[in-house]
């Protein structure tokens, strides 16, 4: 029997990817910013950065440091997978670059060493495919998403997005097929 494929983020859906990067930029920008200062997803756009570029070489530099390595699971996102992957066929769609395909892969193989799960590196953010794109060419009808932008453009494809509530989508575009989460309690109640 085919499972029904569920398309899930990475960064902010299952790992705590904010609170170390401004740890990480804090300390090397001797600055205080706190998740709730982040207005947008896009560092650049709510002052963190000067530029998009700035705002990618400050992330790659973060993504090479130790502090990229001390991330942890957000709570309820372990118990959550292993729930649906029992009824879905989990795909793993991140923004992240593919050169931390290994990283990433590893650190999923520490938490969840018995999965078999499905990663794509999207890459969007540098350019690459968007996330609606690869959930149309995978069939995947069901996404977990942080970015309003993204989840509110898999939305207009017909792909039931749940859209977790961060500071930077507090101003999110309404649509039918996009449904607010707090956390994983409240998704897996929803889903």
Known sequence: MNKQKIG????????????????????????SLIIEDLS?????ECGVHNSKEE?????????????????TLIEGAKSGIEFLSKKYSIFFITSRPLELKEKTERFFYHNF???????????EIYGGKTKSEICSEEGIKLMIEDNAEYA?????????????????????????NLIKVKNWKQLLERI
Not at 113 to 123: E, K, Q
Not at 153 to 166: M, N, W, Y
Request: glycine letters at 2%.
């Open 8 to 31: 899930i983020d990475i960064d902010e859906v299952v790992v705590e990817f904010m609170e170390k990067y401004l740890e990480f930029h804090n300390r090397k920008n001797n600055t």
């Open 55 to 71: 705002s990618i070489n400050s992330v790659m530099e973060f993504q090479n440091s130790p502090f990229f390595d001390d991330i």
């Open 40 to 44: 947008n997803y896009h560092l650049w």
């Open 152 to 176: 509110f453009s898999c939305a207009k494809l017909g792909i039931r997005t749940f859209l977790f509530d961060k500071p930077w989508n507090n101003n999110y575009e309404r649509h039918d």
């Open 113 to 123: 060493p018995m999965n078999n799960y499905n990663f794509i590196f999207s890459g």
